[in-house]
């Protein structure tokens, strides 16, 4: 299902008028505001925010010092899952992308996308561009035998000192966790091995309760990866918004952005640590499972309530 939004001016944000949409959508969102807009769009309950953020860490020049800035559980979360795969059989390696692996990797891709409610098959629309820079991908990959059972396509990107993770997907069952933190790990392990200052996860919409589920943002973050703002990585990736969650319809509760710390200038904005905004009908939510490095701060805001 597509998410029922209402775009509204600078205006209609901050003179009431957005409260005519409030039972008709989930979202009332103030597309490109003017930055000095941003300060009373504060106030009116609209929050400035990058339409889409990166996700990145810095490789480091050694595990253990990325393992050392780690909480001692997502620590546990990692080996564990090393030792899963292993227990399983499988064979966790790096390899050039070729033809054969691709259509492998799509066929898991699609899979892994059709199971989801809201999911966009991303991947299939860029595979002539992946097939184009095919030299520049090392992919790492877990194999059950001769089958592919999960896979991250990573482009080396030696320009920008940095490894990025492009798509990734592993197969259905209790042990895709599993499978997903170890190909991030080694993707930070490739980034070092190439002596690249960074590994990033690529892009995700800034709104995680649609297409990308909260739990997403927790993972990442347990990582010990940062969100970004896009053009902070990626020049001209995104724009900037103002939105308010006004109701549950088809956004998940909780939903979560990141917005943009209040800064004197757009540039001060942009580069200063996210907020993370967390939005609830409940009263009770624990926020603790979407702490992060590297945020500002979290805050709540009541849906639905009085």
């Given amino acids: 299902m597509g998410l029922p939004m209402a775009l509204i001016d600078v205006e209609q944000a901050l003179n009431g008028q957005w409260r005519r949409f409030e039972g008709a959508v989930d979202i009332v969102r103030v597309q490109d505001p003017p930055v000095d807009t941003w300060p009373d769009l504060r ?71 059709s199971a989801m409610r809201n999911g966009l098959a991303v991947a299939l629309q860029q595979r002539p561009q992946i097939l184009a820079e095919a030299d520049t991908y090392r992919v790492v990959t877990v194999r059950s035998g001769d089958a592919l059972v999960g896979a991250c396509l990573n ?10 993770a492009r798509f990734s997907a592993v197969t259905a069952g209790g042990r895709g966790d599993s499978l997903t933190r170890v190909l991030y790990v080694e993707t930070l392990r490739e980034a070092r091995l190439r002596g690249r200052r960074w590994a990033t996860l690529g892009r995700d919409i800034n709104l995680y309760g649609h297409v990308v589920k909260a739990g997403l943002f927790s993972f990442k973050a347990r990582l010990g990866f940062v969100a970004v703002p896009g053009q902070l990585v990626e020049p001209g ?19 979560l952005l990141l917005s943009y710390a209040p800064a004197p200038g757009e540039t001060a904005s942009v580069t200063a640590p996210l907020w993370l905004d967390v939005y609830t009908s409940s009263e009770e939510l624990d926020v603790r499972p979407f702490r992060g490095p590297g945020l500002a701060g979290t805050r709540v805001h009541p849906v639905g309530r009085p």
């Fill in 237 to 255: 990736s995104g724009s900037h918004q103002a939105d308010r969650v006004v109701r549950f319809e088809e956004l998940a509760d909780p939903t």
């Fill in 155 to 164: 482009q080396d990107l030696p320009a920008n000192d940095e490894m990025r």
């Fill in 43 to 113: 106030e009116a309950g609209f929050l400035p925010k990058p339409q889409v953020v990166m996700w990145r860490a810095e490789a480091l020049d050694s595990e253990e010092k990325y393992l050392a800035a780690l909480s001692g559980k997502d620590r546990y979360d990692i080996r564990s899952a090393y030792r899963k795969v292993a227990e399983a059989g499988l064979h966790v390696s790096t390899e050039p992308l070729t033809v054969p692996l691709l259509d492998a990797f799509m066929d898991l891709y699609e899979q892994q996308v």
